[in-house]
T-cell receptor, first 116, second 110 residues
Framework: GAGVSQSPRYKVAKRGQDVALRCDPI?????LFWYQQALGQGPEFLTY????????KSGLPSDRFFAERPEGSVSTLKIQRTQQEDSAVYLC??????????????FGDGTRLSIL | DAKTTQPPSMDCAEGRAANLPCNHS???????VYWYRQIHSQGPQYIIH???NNETNEMASLIITEDRKSSTLILPHATLRDTAVYYC???????????FGTGTRLTIIP
């Protein structure tokens, strides 16, 4: 389809393992966002890319969280040395425009991460 | 970004209009009102947005008061598939990140 695609849909990892979550945005979308959603809460902003540039990473909870978008399309969110509090749904969104425009964000269905 | 206040839950009968209120009394002139919804186990879905004029699209209507301190999202003929959490979000022009609150859980009753 033409929407935002995230993989895997579900990920189970043991505490201390590293995980990588992938996001394929809508083709041609300049902006890409990552959000974290804990159970029963609204999504919370993690980081924002405009093309390959990471313009805002103020929401990343610790230096164990790292995101990249090397060619300005696909993005990967990596979590090192996972902890139980990292268990959440990780949502990716993309939008057509860059800074200075207000465009709707289109979300994927997320990756549900469970840390045992 | 301005803070929003929404009722935690609402019910609406199937086929009736669902009116979801949002208070954003500290909104500034450069801030837009956006509405998203999230159906269970899915990502948020964009519904509509506006600055100061009322807006309508194929999904809903957005009514913004003249002083811009509150707004109402209207789903004209609610169906069971409209059961979701609805988020009202104020977005500052040039600051693209969304700040979600806890939203309104709308339940459509058959």
């Amino acid at each position: 389809g033409a929407g935002v695609s995230q993989s895997p849909r579900y990920k189970v990892a043991k505490r201390g393992q590293d995980v990588a979550l992938r996001c394929d945005p809508i083709s041609g979308h300049v902006s890409l966002f990552w959000y974290q959603q804990a159970l029963g809460q609204g999504p919370e902003f993690l980081t924002y890319f405009q093309n390959e540039a990471q313009l805002d990473k103020s929401g990343l909870p610790s230096d164990r969280f790292f995101a990249e978008r090397p060619e300005g399309s696909v993005s990967t969110l990596k979590i090192q040395r996972t902890q139980q509090e990292d268990s959440a749904v990780y949502l990716c969104a993309s939008s057509y425009a860059g800074t200075g425009a207000v465009q709707p964000q289109h979300f994927g269905d997320g990756t549900r991460l469970s840390i045992l | 970004d301005a803070k929003t206040t929404q009722p935690p839950s609402m019910d609406c009968a199937e086929g009736r209009a669902a009116n979801l209120p949002c208070n954003h009394s500290t909104i500034s002139g450069n801030e837009y009102v956006y509405w998203y919804r999230q159906i269970h186990s899915q990502g948020p879905q964009y519904i509509i947005h506006g600055l100061k004029n009322n807006e309508t699209n194929e999904m809903a209507s957005l009514i913004i008061t003249e002083d811009r301190k509150s707004s109402t999202l209207i789903l004209p003929h609610a169906t069971l598939r409209d059961t979701a959490v609805y988020y009202c979000i104020v977005v500052f022009f040039g600051n693209e990140k969304l700040t979600f609150g806890t939203g309104t859980r709308l339940t459509i009753i058959p």
